[in-house]
């Protein structure tokens, strides 16, 4: 069982925590002026990455706050956590 | 029986004391210290079982968890399947018999206790031989929060088997000594008869503690059997030895062949000999110390077979000043013997080239092809192994973060070499942890290590039996062979992963212990290939087998799952009502009088409902406090409707879809103020619509001033439902004026009763006139009192979920999720009304333009009648449709949709259902049908409110 750093609680066990998916895949400004297609991209498209991931978490059993990791997908590694004000960290 | 295999003295066993216990039907004598195994072989008993697919005798073939040998059933104190005898320890009134490879499950329920402990440690060591007690020594002197666990009944490891001198003392007055400084360190926690079984990510380790099992029947109830401690360590040292590694010849299975090392521990730690007559056959020269100490213990050694060309000079001096012949340049090339070996046959070896041999007599022959050290915690850890040519053995090839291997585990073989070892490597955890590792850390003085001859690694001996290999057995428990190796090999198959499973080697209760390298080398063998190419399996959790009843702990029975009941839970449970779990929850599904079925407790239940007055414990539902600023905000745009426009005091009903437009949620929302408002959800989606909320309040619009939380359990929840509910109401809190004009339908007043503050709600999930009574948990049972006394001279009926569910499909209400599947719109189900039209945005508004939503064959939710007005669908039932000619189309036929929810009505005096009909609203008056028990019963459809399709009752 990993460990996983909540940005407010620190390391925590990771069954208090829920995976959110790809994070940076912000809801549109203007729905109703997408195409069916972008908004088809939004709803169901999702990057499916081996290797380092950006990814929202959220430590649902403890300060139930939500926030952004890179993860490598292969050795399930958590690289960086990073709260949602943040800019995505660029990664070498 | 008397044990006359029992050495004349030493030993750890309690001479004073004896142990009477029974095998096979049989009853032994033993003494405290002893295990199962100790305990028959001091009785002369080496078979245990016969084996799983060849019905060959088996016996005890090594004294620990590695045995592959002695499997048996424990029948006393309580049963319990594929123990080994090697690790059962003695107690008075213990039973067993052999198993052949498999066991029985005890049929009377477990009354034992298991329960689990965390425990977060700087350092924890796995092992107590010398090398860990030196780790944890280091620690603990450094101050270093250290846990020692170790699999044996008592300190030592490889010292309890041995004669080795610490400081010019038995090793073991160390270990002592050791022990007692440790438990003065009030940081240390040290468990015995405790198995680390598996490492997992950063530095968690599963270990299972055996509290009472050696204590038999005087086991006290009140302490857990078992307990499974979830350790987590920052630094992780694993000193778990190493297990001795056979070599494999024909007929090497028979009850008398025993690991060297084994034999030595049986005398050196149980005071058993193993038997009268030796032969020792060794690649190397540890088997040595084993025929030099059988042979002072009383054992005549008739020869140490030495299959290196030149033996090792300086042991074989030793032998033969003791008056032991040594064959070196030999093997032995099978045996005789039938339930216990009788010779070994001994031949010459060069080359690997077999010679003319011999047969010796013996009944106890002892084999040591090198040491595997246990690597397995750190291969579990995700550590790769390399293969060390000198050893024939694998090694940690890596370092890992958190976790280090030392003493016979990391391949030192040596007392001082361990002791320094295990020292070096908890230093270099403290310092990775910056804990000044200084302080008094005297370690004790080994005597100097004498240098080994080099081993030889030899897996196998050529078969010169003529058997070709079916009789040299390579994993015991599983009778598999060199045949089948070679077979496998000879199929094509070069994956060690592959080999295994074809062969089914390692597959067995001991995971490979002793077979696994040997598989690895002779495969690499067969292949011509290094055996470094070929590695080893993946080494997985649990390095000893453990029961589901420790993992499960106390999560069993009651405990398996929390069970939530609402305030009123006793006052149902005495009103006889039948409970249904509704997600966690125990809810009252009906309340049956003497002799009434759940069909007439339900058309009971409806019928004062509608006619009468009913009441329901709706506590479970769903309740969400939303306030802040901008709360109004954060629910328009997560409802299809508008909820900024309503009234303080009033109430709207809501639907919430996710992004694709699918229907997630319903409820009722009060606005309690400007700022404040009561969401109420569903029993089932109370958690996940919280987690929505805070989802998107937080990643989407962080800017939103709102907070949400739950009240679900801050509120009992009682709808008071039917014609006669404003009476109740009215008589219960008079202060409420409880007329259709100054509480009109939606809206909510609050109001006290003795002080106590209630909350009323004209919410009607029924369609009946009927007021929602929110109050306090603490007050829960005294307010439903009142309301019961109140509406006993209008009949008031309590009616539980079954009830709840025929009264709101009869007015067409869906329940989300069971009515619903993921794939259902609000127009789907007929709920266009509650669709913004002025909202710019809310959370999917845009899936409903996309073209999948405005298809006109969507399924829509109908409701059906059957024709012959007797017929209850079963829920999940398909929908056809026949031919004009009323035939069945030709298969596959195709599905409309399914019935989504199917009651018996007592207000339309027929069965009725719900379902999702493709184009169903365009097929109202259509007859389609639906398969039931194979035939097709015709039902009408129609439109999905049956009852009070005007809305009339409401107001009462
Ligand atoms: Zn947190």
Redesign the pocket.
């Known amino acids: 069982m990993q460990l996983i750093e909540?940005p407010?609680?620190g390391p925590?066990e990771e069954v208090e925590f829920h995976y959110g998916g790809q994070a940076h895949v912000p809801y549109p400004d203007n729905p109703a002026e997408v195409s069916d297609e972008e908004w088809a991209h939004y709803v169901f498209f999702r990057d499916n990455t081996k290797g380092r991931f950006a990814e929202r978490w959220n430590?649902t059993a403890?300060?139930r706050?939500w926030f952004n990791a890179i993860r490598d997908t292969a050795t399930y590694r958590f690289e960086r956590v990073y709260r949602l004000d943040g800019p995505k960290p660029v990664t070498p | 029986m008397t044990s006359t295999f029992r050495a004349t003295d030493g030993g750890r066993i309690d001479r004073s004391a004896t142990v009477d216990f029974t095998f096979d039907g049989q009853v032994y004598t033993g003494h405290p210290g002893d295990t199962l195994a100790s305990a028959l072989l001091a009785a002369g008993r080496h078979q245990i079982a016969t084996s799983i697919k060849l019905g060959r005798p088996r016996g005890i073939a090594a004294a620990w968890a590695e045995d592959p040998g002695g499997l048996v059933q424990i029948e006393e104190p309580f049963p319990e399947p594929m123990l080994l005898a090697t690790t059962v320890e003695l107690h008075e009134g213990l039973a067993a018999h052999g198993l052949p490879g498999q066991g029985r499950l005890a049929e009377v329920p477990d009354s034992a206790r298991y329960d689990a402990v965390h425990h977060h440690v700087d350092v924890l060591v796995v092992g107590a031989g010398p090398a860990g007690l030196a780790a944890a020594l280091t620690a603990a002197r450094a101050g270093a929060r250290v846990a020692l666990v170790d699999e044996q009944s008592e300190a030592g490891g490889s010292l309890l088997g041995g004669t080795d001198r610490l400081d010019d003392a038995p090793a073991l007055e160390w270990v002592t000594a050791a022990v007692a400084e440790l438990a003065g360190h009030p940081d240390v926690l040290h468990l015995q008869r405790t198995t680390a079984f598996g490492s997992y990510d950063d530095g968690f380790v599963l270990a299972l503690e055996r509290r009472t099992d050696h204590l038999g029947t005087a086991a006290p109830k009140h302490i857990s059997r078992q307990r499974v401690w979830r350790l987590r360590a920052r630094s992780i040292v694993v000193a778990t030895g190493a297990h001795e590694r056979p070599v494999v010849f024909a007929d090497n299975d028979r009850p008398g062949i025993m690991l060297a090392g084994a034999a030595r521990t049986f005398l050196h730690h149980y005071g058993v000999l193993p038997g009268r007559e030796a032969v020792v056959f060794t690649t190397n020269d540890s088997a040595y110390d084993a025929a030099l100490d059988l042979h002072r213990a009383g054992v005549r050694v008739q020869a140490v077979v030495d299959a290196r060309p030149e033996g090792s000079p300086r042991r074989r001096e030793e032998c033969e000043r003791a008056g032991i012949r040594v064959l070196p340049g030999a093997v032995v090339t099978g045996t005789r013997g039938v339930e216990r070996v009788t010779h070994a046959l001994v031949a010459p070896f060069a080359d690997g080239d077999v010679g003319a041999g011999s047969a010796i007599a013996c009944d106890l022959l002892l084999v040591s092809g090198g040491w595997n050290p246990a690597v397995h915690l750190f291969s579990q850890a995700r550590g790769r192994l390399r293969y060390d040519e000198a050893l024939g053995a694998f090694l940690p090839g890596e370092e890992l973060d958190g976790l280090s291997v030392t003493g016979a585990a990391a391949g030192v073989f040596d007392l001082a070499g361990c002791l320094a070892d295990g020292r070096r490597v908890a230093r270099a955890a403290l310092t990775a942890q910056t804990i000044d590792p200084a302080g008094v850390d005297r370690l004790p003085t080994a005597p100097e290590p004498v240098v080994p001859t080099a081993p030889l690694v030899l897996w196998r001996v050529p078969d010169t039996s003529g058997a070709e290999g079916s009789t040299s057995f390579v994993d015991l428990q599983r009778d598999a062979t060199v045949a089948d190796i070679a077979r496998a090999v000879g199929a094509g198959l070069r994956s060690i992963e592959h080999i295994k499973r074809y062969t089914t080697i390692g597959t067995a209760h001991d995971q490979g212990k002793t077979s696994g390298v040997l598989t690895s080398g002779i495969t690499a063998e067969l292949l011509g290939i290094p055996v470094q190419a070929t590695g080893t399996t993946t080494f997985r959790p649990p390095y000893t087998p453990v029961a589901f009843a420790a993992l499960a702990g106390r999560d069993r029975g009651r405990l398996f799952d929390p069970e939530r009941v609402t305030s009123l839970h006793d006052w149902h449970v005495a009103a006889g009502a039948v409970f249904e779990d509704v997600g966690q929850w125990k809810r009252p599904r009906y309340y049956p009088r003497p002799g009434e079925d759940m069909e007439a407790a339900v058309l009971r239940e409806c019928a004062a409902a509608r006619t009468g007055v009913g009441i329901l414990d709706g506590s479970t539902l769903g309740k969400i406090d939303v306030q802040g600023p901008d709360a109004a905000v954060l629910l328009d745009r997560l409802y299809t409707n508008m909820m900024s426009s309503l009234k303080v005091g009033s109430v709207r009903y809501g639907v919430m879809c996710g992004v694709d437009g699918m229907v997630i949620d319903d409820g009722t929302v009060l606005r309690l103020a400007e700022d404040r408002f009561l969401v109420l959800t569903t029993t089932g989606g109370a958690a996940k619509i919280l987690d929505w909320m805070e989802e998107w309040a937080q990643t989407e619009w962080p800017d939103l001033r709102v907070h949400c939380t739950s009240v679900t359990e801050q509120w009992n929840t009682f709808p008071v439902v039917g014609p006669r509910s404003r009476d109740v109401i009215g008589a219960v809190f008079p202060q409420v004026d409880v007329s259709n004009e100054a509480f009109p339908f939606m809206a909510w007043r609050d109001t006290t009763l003795d002080g106590v503050p209630v909350r009323l709600a004209r919410i009607s999930f029924s369609g009946e006139l009927a007021f929602e009574v929110y109050v306090s948990p603490w007050y829960g049972v005294a307010v439903w009192q009142r309301l019961l006394e109140a509406g006993h001279r209008y009949g008031i009926t309590p009616y539980g979920t079954e009830t709840m569910h025929v009264l709101r499909a009869e007015k067409g209400y869906p329940i989300i999720g069971q009515d619903t599947d993921g794939t259902v719109t609000p127009q789907d189900l007929g709920m266009e009304w509650a669709i913004s039209k002025k909202k710019a945005d809310f959370v999917g508004k845009r899936s409903f333009a996309r073209r999948a939503n405005q298809d006109p064959l969507r399924k829509q939710l109908v409701g059906l009648l059957p024709v012959d007005r007797r017929t209850v669908l079963p829920e999940g039932s398909q929908i056809v449709e026949l031919h004009a000619d009323g035939q069945l189309p030709p298969p596959p036929v195709p599905m409309l949709g399914h019935v989504t929810s199917s009651y018996r009505s007592a207000e339309l005096a027929r069965p009725f259902a719900l379902a999702l009909v493709k184009g169903g609203r365009s097929r109202i008056g259509d007859t389609v049908h639906v398969p039931v028990n194979g035939t097709l019963v015709p039902v009408e459809v129609t439109g999905s409110v049956l009852v009070d399709p005007e809305g009339a009752r409401r107001d009462g």
């Open positions: 909540c407010w609680c925590r430590h403890g300060c706050r």
